[in-house]
């Protein structure tokens, strides 16, 4: 079955930098638009950033200008570069594909942003 594996999260200070680092298994993302999505505490998973096969990339408002997404299609690993974070970016970051598939998410990857 498709696996995704997310990691890179930590507790960072408020302006400081994560890179996140998203594994598949049984997919190859080169095929499929994929994406990065977020869930903080009593709130909806929303879309935080995707890429396309043809690696155009969107994102939200809330992160445009600061977050970067990115694919290696040699290690078939989907990154975000996330910079000058704020308190408001701490959540469960997770990836998918693009629109998300309810069977592919995985335990995704916890960011903290302390002020």
């Known amino acids: 079955q498709v696996q995704f594996v997310e990691s890179g999260g930590g507790l960072v200070q408020v302006g400081g930098s994560l890179r996140l680092s998203c594994a598949a298994s049984?997919?190859?993302?080169?095929?499929?638009?994929t994406g990065w999505y977020r869930q903080a505490p009593g709130k909806q998973r929303e879309l935080v950033a995707t890429?396309?096969?043809?690696?155009?990339?969107n994102y939200a408002d809330s992160v445009k200008g600061r977050f970067t997404i990115s694919r290696d299609n040699a290690e078939n690993t989907l990154y975000l570069q996330m910079n000058s974070l704020k308190p408001e970016d701490s959540a469960v970051y997770y990836c998918?594909?693009?629109?998300?598939?309810?069977?592919?998410w995985g335990q995704g990857t916890q960011v903290t942003v302390s002020s």
């Open positions: 998918n594909v693009d629109p998300p598939s309810g069977n592919y």
């Open positions: 049984r997919i190859i993302f080169s095929v499929y638009d």
């Open positions: 890429i396309t096969r043809g690696r155009r990339t």
